[in-house]
């Protein structure tokens, strides 16, 4: 029977900032068996004044403590084992529930990144109370803008090729990682190409809303619990991520120009037609340009994203 597992966000359990496939894995588990992973978010320069209502949580006060590494933005915990699994797999990242960590969150900017640095050459932050029973967070701005959360996990991954050696986590790449793709939350599947011996998947980056495009750099940057059912397929030779949701299928492309992350994002679809529905890529080309909707997934990660979305029941 498949096994429940749950890891807390502690000093020994999170890395801040790299994937790699030297990192050591907190625990192996068979495929089918469902982990929940406590991720937090946020370094202590952005965390609420002392004398606000919003605590930070105990988990992340202790890692701040800690004073870990930064080599790179995020905090991950994990990595996890998966026996069996192999490079020339596909790891399946079933997101069953998530759980929201904290009653607050933050967005905000800083001079030299989002998408129009030289429009905002200084640092902004909000701190937005959350309510966890409503499942809703206010914006401090315009008398209060109340939005209802769509929570999801921006950075999901398997640890990269081993030549690789230790990557940011700022960058989305064929190991998954910063993908910040809010389609893929509750009820969604996340597919991850494996690398190495095990998969070793890591999430973080809560978010509790996002708009496509992630524009400022930040979404609703937030503690989450993930419960990620993670489950092998067999010699899948999955090049790339991919996703489906109840009612689409998801491809996507990554690269640091936005018309390659475009093109990358249409092959891996043409691809996918062209394999489920027994056609010919020509004829999979037409269909993108009817029936697949082409979104900007996020352009503040160095490698931005595009993600194509096809209704299920159109074709298959």
């Known amino acids: 029977m498949p096994q429940t597992y749950r890891i807390p966000a502690s000093p020994e359990t999170i890395r801040w900032g790299t994937f790699d496939a030297a990192h050591k894995p907190l625990l192996e588990v068979e495929s089918g068996d469902l982990v929940i992973l406590e991720c937090v978010s946020g370094g202590p320069e952005v965390m609420p004044p002392a004398d606000s209502p919003m605590r930070v949580p105990p988990a992340l006060a202790a890692i701040h ?3 870990p590494p930064r080599p790179g933005p995020h905090i991950l915990t994990g990595p996890v084992a998966v026996k069996g699994a192999e490079p020339g797999d596909a790891l399946r990242v079933d997101i069953e529930k998530i759980e929201l960590g904290a009653d607050w969150g933050f ?4 001079p030299l990144g989002g998408t129009i640095p030289e429009d905002f050459p200084y640092r902004h932050l909000l701190h937005i109370p959350v309510d966890r029973e409503a499942r809703t967070g206010t914006v401090p701005v315009g008398g209060g803008i109340t939005l209802p959360l769509a929570p999801f996990f921006g950075v999901m991954g398997v640890a990269p090729p081993a030549e690789w050696g230790a990557i940011s986590t700022k ?75 109840p009612t689409h299928f998801i491809s996507m492309g990554m690269h640091e120009d936005l018309d390659e992350a475009m093109k990358r994002a249409l092959r891996e679809m043409i691809a996918f037609i062209a394999a489920r529905a027994n056609m010919s ?10 029936a697949v909707d082409f979104h900007v997934t996020q352009t503040v990660n160095g490698e931005k994203g595009v993600h194509g979305m096809l209704r299920k029941g159109l074709l298959f």
């Open 65 to 67: 403590a800690s004073n």
């Open 107 to 110: 967005c905000g900017f800083r």
């Open 171 to 245: 960058e989305p790449r064929a190991h998954g990682g910063n993908l910040d793709n809010k389609e893929i939350g509750e009820g969604a599947t996340l597919y991850l190409p494996v690398h190495v011996p095990g998969a070793m998947f890591s999430a973080g980056d809560g978010h509790g809303v996002q708009g496509d495009g992630e524009v400022c750099i930040n979404a609703l940057e937030m503690c989450l619990t993930g419960h990620f059912r993670l489950t092998l397929e067999k010699g899948a030779k999955l090049a790339y991520p991919r996703a489906e949701t």
């Open 281 to 290: 890529p020509a004829d999979a080309y037409l269909l993108c340009s009817l």
